[in-house]
């Protein structure tokens, strides 16, 4: 998304732009997933607490993560100034390590618009089963 969208505009803007990063991660390549998050960016998980991008992306290079499926609901999009908050419901599933994994999570990004463009900056994840 290039500029700020309008008010009554944010919730489906912000369902697109998460689909786009759900995308992203399903593909497994980690210059598309790049794409869509600041180099800055950080994966709170309940497992390990803040993770850096460059882990997040060795572990997806490596084949070590991979995603087979990634949805998510945004459910309270809110953009204060050029920052946004997302909030929703996700569910994925892929291997670690080889084994199968899956998740059922409440998600929720920072989102920053920088260079025209939304970029996550912060993802949060909580377990939602």
């Known amino acids: 998304m290039t500029v700020a969208p309008p008010h009554k505009d944010v919730l489906a803007t912000f369902q697109a732009i998460e689909g786009a990063f759900n995308q992203a991660m399903v593909s497994n390549d980690v210059a ?15 497992e390990k607490g803040p993770i850096g991008r460059e882990a997040i992306l060795h572990v997806i290079g490596n084949g070590m993560l991979a995603h087979d499926s990634m949805t998510k609901e945004v459910l309270r ?53």
């Open 32 to 46: 598309r997933i790049s794409e869509c998050i600041s180099d800055d960016w950080v994966l709170v998980t309940p």
């Open 77 to 129: 999009a809110k953009v204060y100034g050029d920052t946004a908050i997302v909030t929703g419901r996700g569910k994925n599933t892929g291997t670690f390590r080889g084994e199968p994994i899956s998740a059922d999570e409440w998600i929720t990004d920072v989102y920053r618009l920088s260079q025209g463009r939304w970029r996550c900056v912060l993802t949060h994840l909580s377990r939602a089963d």
